[in-house]
């Protein structure tokens, strides 16, 4: 199974930009449906954004799909050919503020996002 590790959290001003990355442990080609989830201490976890698709070589067209809360604001994508997941994270407000993850809870470390000025 393909174990997955985030990165690119950070602290940011309101407004502000953040790129996460998602990478897999090994070829996530054949994984139909990615997603990005975040936690805030205290509560459930929330979803952020999927996409579907998959391709056998390189480069990945799929459907995304997000919580009303980012949309607009965050893009996600993947790059099969990196075993690659990303989210682009626009006009970062205080509500974003969480942990970040791409798998199921207990599976990946995560990535922290604060917002703050």
């Known amino acids: 199974q393909v174990m997955f590790v985030e990165s690119g959290g950070d602290l940011v001003q309101p407004g502000g930009s953040l790129r996460l990355s998602c990478i897999g442990s090994?070829?996530?080609?054949?994984?139909?449906?990615m997603a990005w989830y975040r936690q805030v201490p205290g509560k459930e976890r929330e979803f952020v954004a999927r996409i579907h698709g998959r391709t056998i070589s390189t480069s990945n067209i799929g459907t995304p799909y997000y919580a009303d809360s980012v949309k607009g604001r965050f893009t996600i994508s993947r790059d099969n050919s990196k075993n690659a997941m990303y989210l682009q994270m626009d006009n970062l407000q205080p509500e974003d503020t969480a942990r970040y993850y791409c798998?199921?809870?207990?599976r990946s470390p995560g990535t922290q996002v604060t917002v703050s000025s």
């Open positions: 090994r070829s996530i080609s054949g994984i139909l449906v």
């Open positions: 798998d199921e809870p207990g």
